[in-house]
C-alpha cells in the first residue's frame, strides 16, 4: 500500500512538473546541436557514469576486455562511435537482454560481474514520471522518466509535425491507461503543445480486473485539467468494439477536420478496418503506429481505408529509437533518432529457434538518459542502412534507416512483450500437468493475421483435450501472472487475440518443434535455414 501511495505522488509530481515547465524554445536547434555533439555527449556520459564507479557492471566489461577511458575516446575519434561500438561487442562489451533484465548472471572471461535492476540507472539524474513496461504493477521494468529527458523528447514533435503536416489536425488517442503512462504523457504533451487531444479512446478491461487503474487515471486526469491542461477523460471502449473511434474520426471529417491518431498497430488497424466494414470516410488519417512489427497486410488495411500509416520504433528503457517520414510507405521502415542512440547488428541465432537474425544492439546517447546502456541486446532484429529519401528527417542528418523491424523469442502480440522463456514454462510445464501431454504438445503460434497480430495456441489432438475454454482460461491466467502479463492478459482478452487450435504442432524444415513460432515478417518457413 505504500509502495503504491508513493507511485501515484511520484505520478502527480511528475504531472505537475511536467506542466509548470517551460518547453524548449528552438527544439529543432537542440536536436540538431545534440546530433552534431553525440560522440562527446557519449564519451563524458560514459566517462562521469561507468568510468567513475567501479560498482557499474561496464566498468568492469571494459576493464576485462583491456579497455580504458583513453582507449575508448582514441577509438571514437579515429574510428567514430558504431564502428568503436562493434569492436566493444566483440570484446565482451555488451549486455544481452536476459543479462539487462537481471534474469542471467553477467559473465565474462570466466568472471561473474555483479548487477540488478538499479545498475543501469543513469546516476546524474532523478525523476518521477514512471512508467512501467509491460503494465504489471509488482515487477517488471521501472523507467522514471526525467524531467530534462521529457523536454528533450518533446522537441521531436516539431520534425514529425512538419514531415507529416500534423498542426491542422485533430489528435486522437487510442492508447493505454494506467499504469502504462504513455498515453497520459502523450495527452499532457499535446495540451503542453497548445493542441490538446480530443478524444482519447483506451481499452480499459473490466471495471472488475482494472477499476483500480481507471480511478487512478482518472485522479490524475483531474489534477492535469485543475493545473490548466487540456487532458480528455478516457473514452473506454467496449469489448472487442473500435466503432466508436471510427466513427468520432469520421464525423470529425465531415466537419473538415482530418484527424492524426496514436496507438499501437493492432487497435489502431481495427479502427481502419470497421470504418471500412462500416462504409465510414476516415480518408487522409493519420495513424501513428507503433509497439508492433508494422506488416504488409496492416498497412494494406490502412490504405484499402485511404488512410497513411506512421511506424514508429519506441523502447521503453531507451525512448523513442526512430520514426518514418512520409516517403517510407512500404513495410517497417524508420529514420533512426541517431542524437540519442547508436544502433548496430550483429547475425546470431535467434533462442528457442533454430533461424538467425540480425540482432539489434542499442547504446544510449543522450547526457539525460534514464538508463546509460553501451550494447544492449532487447531481442530485436532490423536492417541497418543508409536513408535515400528526400524528407525533412534526411535533410535534417537523420540519415540512417532501420528496416525490418521485429521482436524475436518473445511474444510482442498488440503491444505487449512476454519474454519466450517464460511462456515456454506454461506450455511444457503448467498445460501439461493440468490437461495432460507433454512438452511439444502446446506451441504457440504468433502470426500476422490480416487484421491484428493473432496468438495461436496449437494443441496437438493426441492430448484429448475435453475443453478449449479452459486450456484458453489456464493459459491467459497464467499469462498475466507473469511480467508484464497483466496488461497482456487483458488487451489479448478484449481483442480475442488468443485463440486456442486443437492441431499438431509445426515442424521446421530441421525437425525440431519450437514451443514459440513467430509466423511474423522474416520467420517464416522460407528464411529458416
Ligand atoms: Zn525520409
Not at 42 to 66: C, D, H, S, W
Not at 92 to 113: A, M, N, W
Request: hydrophobic content about 40%; aromatic content about 8%.
Amino acid at each position: 500500500m505504500l509502495h503504491e501511495a508513493a507511485y501515484y505522488m511520484r505520478m502527480s509530481l511528475g504531472v505537475y512538473r511536467l506542466f509548470r515547465a517551460r518547453s524548449i524554445s528552438d527544439p529543432e536547434r537542440t536536436v540538431l546541436d545534440q546530433m552534431a555533439n553525440r560522440e562527446k555527449s557519449f564519451l563524458k556520459t560514459v566517462q562521469n557514469t561507468i568510468f567513475a564507479n567501479p560498482e557499474n557492471p561496464y566498468n568492469r566489461m571494459f576493464q576485462l576486455a583491456g579497455c580504458s577511458f583513453g582507449d575508448l575516446e582514441q577509438g571514437v575519434n579515429r574510428d567514430g562511435l558504431e564502428s568503436t561500438l562493434t569492436g566493444l561487442h566483440r570484446a565482451g562489451v555488451y549486455l544481452s537482454h536476459d543479462e539487462f533484465k537481471c534474469k542471467k548472471p553477467i559473465v565474462r572471461s570466466g568472471q561473474t560481474i555483479a548487477s540488478n535492476h538499479a545498475s543501469f540507472l543513469n546516476p546524474l539524474v532523478s525523476g518521477s514520471f514512471e512508467s512501467r513496461s509491460g503494465g504489471s504493477r509488482s515487477v517488471g521494468t521501472i523507467t522514471r522518466q526525467n524531467l530534462r529527458n521529457q523536454l528533450y523528447r518533446e522537441c521531436y514533435h516539431s520534425f514529425m509535425s512538419r514531415e507529416w503536416d500534423l498542426k491542422h489536425r485533430a489528435f486522437v488517442g487510442l492508447m493505454p491507461i494506467l499504469p502504462a503512462s504513455w498515453g497520459l504523457g502523450h495527452c499532457l504533451q499535446a495540451a503542453r503543445r497548445g493542441n490538446p487531444a480530443e478524444r482519447w479512446f483506451a481499452i480499459g478491461g473490466t471495471m472488475r480486473n482494472s477499476g483500480h487503474y481507471r480511478a487512478v487515471t482518472k485522479a490524475l486526469v483531474i489534477l492535469a485539467k485543475a493545473l490548466g491542461a487540456k487532458v480528455p477523460f478516457p473514452s473506454y471502449l467496449k469489448q472487442d468494439d473500435f466503432s466508436p473511434a471510427a466513427e468520432w474520426i469520421a464525423g470529425r471529417l465531415q466537419e473538415g477536420i482530418p484527424s492524426w491518431v496514436s496507438g499501437l498497430v493492432s487497435p489502431c488497424v481495427r479502427v481502419a478496418a470497421v470504418a471500412l466494414e462500416k462504409g465510414l470516410d476516415i480518408r487522409g488519417t493519420i495513424f501513428r503506429a507503433g509497439g508492433e512489427a508494422l506488416t504488409d497486410a496492416k498497412r494494406r488495411v490502412f490504405e484499402s481505408a485511404e488512410a497513411e500509416v506512421l511506424p514508429n520504433y519506441h523502447i521503453n528503457e531507451l525512448g523513442l529509437i526512430g520514426q518514418a517520414c512520409r516517403q517510407m510507405n512500404k513495410g517497417n521502415c524508420i529514420h533512426i533518432q541517431r542524437d540519442a542512440v547508436a544502433v548496430i547488428s550483429y547475425r546470431r541465432k535467434a533462442p528457442l529457434t533454430d533461424y538467425e537474425v540480425n540482432s539489434l544492439l542499442f547504446t544510449s546517447l543522450l547526457p539525460f538518459a534514464t538508463r546509460v546502456l553501451v550494447n544492449v541486446e532487447m531481442d530485436d532484429a532490423g536492417v541497418l542502412d543508409r536513408a535515400r529519401c528526400d524528407c525533412i528527417y534526411q535533410r535534417a542528418g537523420f540519415v540512417d534507416q532501420l528496416s525490418e523491424i521485429y521482436s524475436y523469442g518473445k511474444l510482442t502480440g498488440q503491444g505487449i512483450t512476454i519474454v519466450g522463456g517464460d511462456v515456454v514454462r506454461i506450455l511444457e510445464e503448467i498445460l501439461p500437468q493440468r490437461f495432460g501431454g507433454v512438452p511439444g504438445d502446446y506451441q504457440i503460434v504468433e502470426e500476422e493475421a490480416s487484421l491484428q497480430t493473432q496468438v495461436l495456441l496449437r494443441v496437438s489432438p493426441r492430448v484429448g483435450v475435453a475443453s478449449i475454454e479452459a486450456i484458453k482460461e489456464t493459459f491467459l491466467r497464467e499469462v498475466r501472472k507473469l511480467y508484464g502479463g497483466s496488461a497482456a492478459g487483458r488487451q489479448w482478452q478484449h481483442t480475442g487475440a488468443v485463440k486456442v487450435v486443437i492441431g499438431e504442432p509445426y515442424v521446421t524444415s530441421s525437425g525440431k518443434v519450437l514451443s514459440l513460432h513467430l509466423l511474423g515478417p522474416m520467420t517464416g518457413d522460407k528464411h529458416e535455414s
